[in-house]
C-alpha cells in the first residue's frame, strides 16, 4: 500500500509543478504580448510622424517650385527692363545730341544775323 501512495503524491507534484510552468508561460506571454503592443504603437506613431515629415516636405518642395517660378519671373522682368534702360540711354544721348547741334546752329544763325 505504501508504495501506491506515494506514486499519487509524485503524480500530485508533477501537476503541481505543471500548473506553475503554465502559469510562468502565460505570464511571459502576457507579457510578450504587452511589450509587443507597446511596440506597435510605438511603430504607429513612427509611421505616423514619417508620414506627417512626408506631407510637410511635400509642402514644403510646392512652396519652393512656386518660388522658383516667382524667381524667374522676376528675372525675366529684370532683363526686360534692363533691355528697355538700355535704349532709353541711346535715346536720351540722340537728343543730347540734337540739342548741342540746334545750340549750334543758333549761334551760325544769330553770327549771320547780326
Avoid: P, W
Amino acid at each position: 500500500g505504501a508504495g501506491r501512495g506515494q506514486g499519487k503524491m509524485a503524480a500530485g507534484g508533477a501537476a503541481d509543478a505543471q500548473a506553475r510552468f503554465g502559469h510562468s508561460v502565460k505570464g511571459l506571454l502576457t507579457e510578450k504580448v504587452t511589450s509587443c503592443g507597446t511596440d506597435v504603437i510605438a511603430l504607429t506613431k513612427q509611421v505616423l510622424k514619417g508620414s506627417r515629415s512626408a506631407e510637410l516636405l511635400g509642402q514644403a518642395a510646392r512652396n519652393m517650385v512656386v518660388q522658383e517660378d516667382a524667381i524667374l519671373h522676376s528675372e525675366d522682368s529684370l532683363r526686360k527692363m534692363a533691355i528697355i534702360t538700355t535704349h532709353l540711354q541711346y535715346q536720351q544721348e540722340a537728343i543730347q545730341k540734337n540739342v548741342e547741334q540746334s545750340s549750334n546752329l543758333q549761334d551760325q544763325l544769330s553770327h549771320l544775323l547780326k
